[in-house]
């Protein structure tokens, strides 16, 4: 109940902000403005959409704009949550959340479903810009449902990072940059080890290792299995003697990165953290305790 | 006048790096009555208020209310007590209903009965013509009765008010000494914490001075302003025979203490034990005696308070 007061809270602030429409119309433009000019592109090289090179295109075309709703995902998230506790500290409301019956774990989670909700919009109103692709053919359903799983998760482990920082951070500027760096490095991290550990010795085990766990846990990579999974098939990953897909291997790291960060702020959102949780030990302890006679 | 102890603070400390907020600190404050906390900037007023309103724990030191010990059950203890700050922490968005309606959810007011004690709340504080207007559009004095009514929101028993009438016009301070005089007829526990002496000691039962972080003196203003040597008092202003006027109030046994001032005629300040009937001798023995009394005034102790008060910090920085 204390849930879904604050999260109906949550909302109509949000979606009560001029600053909200003007953000879904830029993200609209931004991806509508790409789309037009690569159709155009393509118009201009290939003299018309003929035979069977239009369902590349159509390909081409939801490669192009997936890729760019993934950015501007990882660009957007944090904005949405990176500034939810400690905002509170500043706009002097948080001690009012901590009189009440609001858990750690119902702050939380409403702050986080309420700012991944904004995202969530944001995936929903790009849908029909999306649906041009369907006039052209070469995507697949289930590519398109894969898609999908990897841009929430990424939302969901970016703006819980920024939730995270929210929590630890006592100034919401400072918690802002620490999740755009989180955010940048979560995309471009793998990038980065791959091409430095091509520069150097190539038969360098550990560094393989460490650059094969990013890979797993890289959005673009998974991005990247969903689009090709139309085109015969990707390599997987082994784990625990499961051939995982990309996309499928990044889902599990996003939920378990997301569960850890959780847990994390869980514990540092409220003051004396211990004190209650001994205290909630004891109460249930009494709760539980067989009555005498 | 009181039946029972509803909050006793035991020798509390608190203590921020090198810095003593509180020390020693004990305090009983009586069920149904206005408390008022008094002292100087940087004397504790908003530590004790957040370490009884569990918001954070003391170095040292044990809170009851009534049989609960504050840090083995805060949860329990913040259900029993409604906190207002000394800031409005609002959120501008929300309508001043809505405001007050996620309060009630999130302290656990179940949805069927929020709407209702949302409307019984904006009635009480008379916001109920601002129910639907955003929280950033009301005056001052309305965004300190909304906060009070949010602090009212789940029934506590008791009332923790930082600050409450500060910034407020002198109509908005008296409607909210009203409005807190109605909430101690519902029978809540007041507690306040205030620079506005006047005002505490008209609206108080008890009152504690409070002086870098230790008490200096507690109990009803009565007994507070007597202890600390400000008994009733008497000013006298006369036209002329002032002298006279000293020397026969020195005469009499109900007056312990006489000085003057000079102003605009003469003005006599006498220490002043006694009854109405006493009062009566004394006026009339100044009129028998034909001095030119221009006024008779006996200050209540409550009156005299703030000198009280300017006396005990005296030296005590307020910044």
């Known amino acids: 109940m204390t849930f879904t007061a604050l999260l109906t809270k949550e909302l109509r602030s949000r979606l009560r902000r001029e600053r909200f429409v003007w953000v879904i119309i830029a993200y609209l433009l931004v991806l509508g403005l790409l789309g037009i000019g690569f159709l155009q592109r393509e118009n201009a090289l290939g003299g018309g959409y003929q035979g069977f090179l239009l369902s590349q295109i159509g390909a081409q075309l939801y490669a192009l704009l997936s890729f760019v709703q993934l950015f501007l995902i990882v660009f957007i998230a944090p904005a949405f949550t990176s500034t939810s506790i400690n905002g509170e500290k500043e706009r002097q409301t948080y001690d009012l959340l901590l009189c009440s019956k609001l858990s750690a774990f119902s702050l939380l989670a409403g702050k986080l479903i309420a700012g991944l909700a904004n995202v969530l919009l944001l995936i929903a109103a790009s849908i029909p810009l999306f649906s041009l692709v369907f006039f052209f053919g070469g995507v697949a359903p289930t590519q398109i449902l894969t898609t999908l799983l990897v841009f929430v998760m990424t939302a969901l482990v970016v703006g819980t990072f920024g939730l995270f920082c929210s929590t630890i951070l006592r100034r919401p500027t400072i918690s802002t940059a620490v999740a755009y760096t989180f955010s940048v490095l979560w995309m471009f991290l793998y990038w980065i080890v791959y091409f430095l550990a091509q520069g150097s010795s190539t038969s360098s085990t550990p560094r393989f290792t460490l650059s094969q766990w990013l890979n797993v846990s890289n959005p673009i990579s998974a991005l990247n299995s969903t689009l090709s999974a139309g085109q015969g098939g990707v390599t997987t990953f082994l784990l625990l003697r499961l051939h995982l897909a990309p996309w499928l291997a990044y889902t599990l790291v996003c939920l378990v990165v997301t569960i850890i960060l959780f847990l994390l702020s869980a514990v540092f959102v409220k003051p004396n953290s211990l004190a209650r949780f001994l205290s909630w030990l004891r109460q249930l302890g009494k709760e539980f305790q067989p009555s005498k006679g | ?319």
């Open chain 2, 1 to 319: 006048m009181y039946n029972r102890t509803m909050i006793k603070i035991q020798h509390v400390y608190k203590q921020y790096r090198s810095v003593h907020a509180l020390e020693d600190l004990s305090l009983e404050i009586p069920q149904g009555a206005i408390y008022g906390l008094i002292g100087p900037n940087g004397a504790g007023k908003t530590t004790l208020l957040r370490i009884l309103g569990a918001l954070i724990s003391p170095t040292m030191g044990q809170v009851w209310y009534d049989n609960a010990e504050l840090t083995q059950s805060p949860g329990a203890i913040q259900r029993k007590v409604g906190y207002m700050p000394d800031f409005f922490g609002v959120y501008p968005d929300l309508t001043a209903a809505e405001y007050l309606e996620f309060y009630a959810g999130i302290h656990g007011v179940s949805r069927r009965k929020r709407a209702s004690i949302v409307t019984d709340l904006l009635e009480l504080v008379d916001l109920t013509p601002k129910r639907d207007v955003p929280v950033e559009t009301l005056s001052r004095g309305m965004k300190q009765r909304l906060c009070l009514a949010r602090a009212l929101i789940h029934d506590p028993e008791v009332l923790l008010l930082d600050e409450p009438a500060s910034g407020l016009d002198p109509r908005a301070r008296v409607e909210f000494r009203e409005l807190l005089r109605t909430l101690q007829g519902m029978g809540k526990t007041i507690l306040i914490s205030s620079h506005i002496l006047l005002e505490l000691a008209e609206m108080c039962s008890d009152i504690a001075i409070i002086r870098a972080g230790q008490l200096v003196i507690a109990g009803d203003v009565e007994h507070v302003t007597h202890s600390l040597g400000g008994g009733q008092q008497i000013e006298v202003r006369v036209l002329e025979r002032a002298a006279d006027a000293r020397q026969l109030l020195k005469e009499m046994p109900e007056i312990n203490n006489v000085s003057h001032e000079n102003g605009d005629g003469e003005v006599i300040h006498a220490e002043f034990s006694g009854d109405d009937q006493s009062l009566h001798r004394i006026l009339d023995a100044l009129m028998s005696h034909e001095i030119p009394v221009v006024s008779f005034a006996p200050r209540k102790a409550a009156d005299r308070l703030e000198e009280v008060y300017m006396s005990i910090t005296e030296g005590v920085s307020s910044i």
